[in-house]
Nanobody
Framework: QVQLVESGGGLVQAGGSLRLSCVVS????????MGWYRQAPGKQRELVAT???????NYDDFVKGRFTISRDNAKNTVYLQMNSLKPEDTAIYYC??????????WGQGTQVSVSS
């Protein structure tokens, strides 16, 4: 059974940094495309960043230059380094795995709160 467990969220002041982690079990991690998404109160879930099994990355415009997604296949873990955080980055951050046949799995989410 595929499981994703996020950690690393918390409360930080504007301009600060956090690093989120997502540990994956139950799948051949190195073959999976991974992504980070977020959902703020009253808003739809939105894409933050993705990294393919080959290591290619993609970012939404509002995080480019501030966030970095990376993966460590030896640890079955995907990371999201978040710098220069803004109050509008406040949301629940979710990790997603997408396998070769389009199946998707989500973690439970981790709360990130940025104070002004």
């Amino acid at each position: 059974q595929v499981q994703l467990v996020e950690s690393g969220g918390g409360l930080v002041q504007a301009g600060g940094s956090l690093r989120l982690s997502c540990v994956v079990s139950g799948s051949i991690f190195r073959r999976m495309d991974m992504g980070w998404y977020r959902q703020a109160p009253g808003k739809q879930r939105e894409l933050v960043a993705t990294v393919t099994s080959g290591g290619s990355t993609n970012y939404d415009d509002f995080v480019k230059g501030r966030f970095t997604i990376s993966r460590d296949n030896a640890k079955n873990t995907v990371y999201l380094q978040m710098n220069s955080l803004k109050p509008e980055d406040t949301a629940i951050y979710y990790c997603k795995l997408r396998n070769a046949i389009g199946g998707e799995y989500w973690g439970q989410g981790t709360q990130v709160s940025v104070s002004s």
